[in-house]
């Protein structure tokens, strides 16, 4: 089934994850409705709509051969993990994360110390200051944009 994500985020990792889960476009909900409509009918054509941003990073990243081995922290999070990574970042306690995702503390638990490792962070408190810098500016602490 062709499938196309209108979304609020304007971000290339959250593109890049919906093209790997199979989607066939990823548009914002800002775009024109004029451009919605075209996107929908490429995917229903059976082509790929993205915006320019999105290819140009894509074909970069194919070109310097950068298929996920090279890619940044954050790129490297599960699904699950940055899900989670999210919630930590909009205030969620553990035992809410674990209410809303449908299940117990201890897993919570683990994806966080998972987060930790994957984002070379020492303490629960250095996973909270990046979550929540992330959620509230888009970007990681040392200010690279969070991809």
């Known amino acids: 089934m062709p499938v196309l994500v209108l979304s609020m ?24 409705m004029e451009s919605v409509v075209i996107a929908i009918r490429q995917v229903l054509a059976g082509k790929v709509d993205l915006n320019d941003q999105v290819k140009d990073q894509i074909l970069f ?10 890619r940044s922290p954050m790129e490297r999070l599960t699904d699950r993990e940055l899900e ?3 919630m930590i970042g909009k205030g969620f306690s553990t035992r809410e994360i674990a209410s809303t995702l449908h299940l117990s503390i ?23 200051r990046h ?17």
């Open 61 to 70: 990243n194919l070109a310097d051969g950068n298929t996920g081995g090279g």
């Open 84 to 86: 989670v990574f999210c």
């Open 9 to 32: 985020h304007d971000q290339f990792l959250c593109a890049e994850r919906a093209i790997h889960a199979g989607t066939r476009g990823y548009i914002m909900k800002q775009e024109a």
């Open 131 to 147: 979550a929540v810098h992330r959620e509230k500016t888009g970007k990681n602490p040392n200010g690279a944009p969070s991809r």
């Open 106 to 128: 201890k897993p919570i638990g683990t994806y966080r110390e998972w987060i930790k490792e994957t984002l070379n962070l020492k303490h629960a408190n250095e996973l909270v």
